[in-house]
């Protein structure tokens, strides 16, 4: 369970040090845009990025029996005649015990968050999330994610702090190799399972993490 260190950080962390084989990675024309993964020379979207760590960490409170997630329909009209399915996801909290990280952090939100919605996103086919900058009432806009994960992976010696400033320890991340390439299957396995909840917290994320124009990376 722990190579040689202070444990294995949570799924969503794990990802991020694997998010070049699972998020798009080629040149940008906003430089902003990206975020370099850690110990690599390969620089990746940073909302994607930050939509599938949100999703992942939500998914494995599902999966530990933390929180459960229902989809409801809403209908909304379009051209005469013709009506728009747009899928709202809800959350319950079934066990409140604190989780440590940004699954904590996220949980503790939606012990808050009285309605337990957590976004809108229109259309069945498209997915276009409705929601700005906040998912249960939180903000999470970029770089919001970004640095959630640099503290989670500073509590296991992941990042180490330097002149003030939180720097990745390659030597300790390369330990995490096989934790990382696991997680990799891990969420494939998520999508593969249960398509349209991935597909469904994906969307919502990703438009909640989008900073506002002229946002940093």
């Not at 979207?45 to 989809?71: D, P």
């Not at 939180?138 to 400033?165: D, I, N």
């Not at 494939?188 to 900073?211: F, K, N, V």
Request: hydrophobic share 40%; aromatic share 6%.
């Amino acid at each position: 369970m722990d190579p040689k260190s202070g444990g294995i950080p949570s799924v969503g962390c794990l990802l991020y040090l694997a998010a070049d084989q699972l998020v798009p990675h080629r040149p940008s024309i906003v430089p902003f845009s990206m975020t370099q993964v850690p110990c690599k020379q390969v620089w990746v979207h940073s909302v994607h990025l930050a939509a599938m760590v949100l999703t992942a960490t939500f998914l494995s409170l599902q999966e530990s029996g933390h929180l459960s997630f229902r989809i409801h329909e809403e209908s909304s009209p379009t051209i005469p005649g013709a009506v728009r399915m747009n899928p709202t996801l809800y959350t319950e909290v079934l066990d409140p015990i604190s989780r440590p990280g940004l699954p904590g952090e996220l949980l503790s939100t939606a012990i808050q968050s009285r309605a337990g919605r957590i976004g809108t996103a229109q259309g069945s086919a498209g997915l276009d999330g409705t929601d700005i900058a906040q998912v249960l009432g939180l903000s999470v806009q970029h770089p919001y994610v970004k640095y959630a994960v640099r503290r989670e992976l500073a509590q296991v010696g992941a990042y180490t702090k330097s002149w003030a400033v939180l720097r990745p320890d390659c030597a300790r991340i390369a330990l995490l190799d096989a934790a990382c390439a696991d997680a990799v299957r891990w969420w494939e396995q998520q999508q593969a399972d249960a398509p349209r909840l991935c597909a469904l917290l994906l969307a919502i994320c990703r438009m909640a993490s989008t900073p506002p124009l002229g946002g940093g990376g």
